[in-house]
């Protein structure tokens, strides 16, 4: 079982061994200049939900619950992108911040390594680009295809997560077709 330490951006695992394996093995978080990982809130509670780690704050393990909490005041937007974070992962994909994209994620296909360096073959890039919206949501012709453009731009497919009332997700592809 991993441990974490919940912090005002996220979850830090410090302990080397255990942020080498969630990371190399299963592709969650991103190190810190001082070598710790830093976990999102998504990444964290998705291991939270799989058993795979337990958090405190100020020395004391978090239930599941007070956790979400936590995270919900951290990010006014976790209600929502958790959901399409957890679903992706659910079905095998790896996912990575969208934030350089304007988005909340970047999903790679199973199977293939995210932190690949150098020359890469097109079906190791990003395959999706995703933005989490709960079900009310409405947005402009201009922020969606902007949204569109940037996606493709990286040869990658604009998806809309909307997450329904009871956390189901509905995906929406947009793309952009020359007449």
Known sequence: MFEGKLYSSGVKVFDEDQAEQIHEDYYYGKFLENGDL?????????????EEIVIEKNGDELSRDELYDEFEAIDEEFGYKYPVYSDL?????????GFKFGSHFRVYERGVNPYTGGKKQQSQHTKYVVHAVPENHTMSFQEMSRAVRLAQNIRASMLWGVVDSEEGVTYYEVEHTSL
Request: charged share 30%; net charge positive.
């Open 89 to 97: 992962r659910e079905r095998g994909l790896i996912v990575k911040s």
């Open 38 to 50: 830093h976990l999102s809130p998504s990444e964290a509670m998705h291991l939270v939900d799989r």
